[in-house]
């Protein structure tokens, strides 16, 4: 066996590769899905942090779908332009901002849970009910356990 082979088998048994392969085609098929209302991925994780909790700072909303804090306040931005987000004065903190979907933003959710249900029933359509629940509880055990 040469070292190429060798190389790309480890590549290709990988767990990180596999997963880094199945986020890429995940992220160009939500991409594209969601061209057609006007957004991109970022600002589509803000709003779907909304979605889970409204009233949330910058910060927190950074953190949670992990972007940086230059990059969720241009996404931010951009989301308060297209009327789908509001800020609004802290009361325990006038210095900072709570984020609220708008009307329009709410409106905006059930065709984003459209998106992400078409795409994931696409991505899993290839394995059985019973490896999906298999697969789902395996993804969530190596999320909880982090890295060292």
Known sequence: MNKQTTAEKIRTNSAGWMIKMISSRLD??????????????????????????????????????????????????????????????????????????????HATGPELFIIINKVNKNLLSVISATERKQLTTILQKILSAGFA
């Open 28 to 105: 160009s098929n939500i991409k594209q899905e969601l061209k057609r209302l006007g957004l991109d991925l970022k600002q589509f994780g803000v709003l779907m942090a909304l979605l889970e909790e409204e009233g949330l700072t910058q910060t927190e909303i950074g953190k949670k779908i992990t972007l940086p804090g230059y990059a969720t306040t241009r996404t931010i931005d951009a989301l308060e332009k297209k009327q789908l987000i509001e800020r609004r004065t802290d009361e325990r903190s006038r210095r900072s901002y709570r984020i609220y979907l708008t009307d329009k933003g």
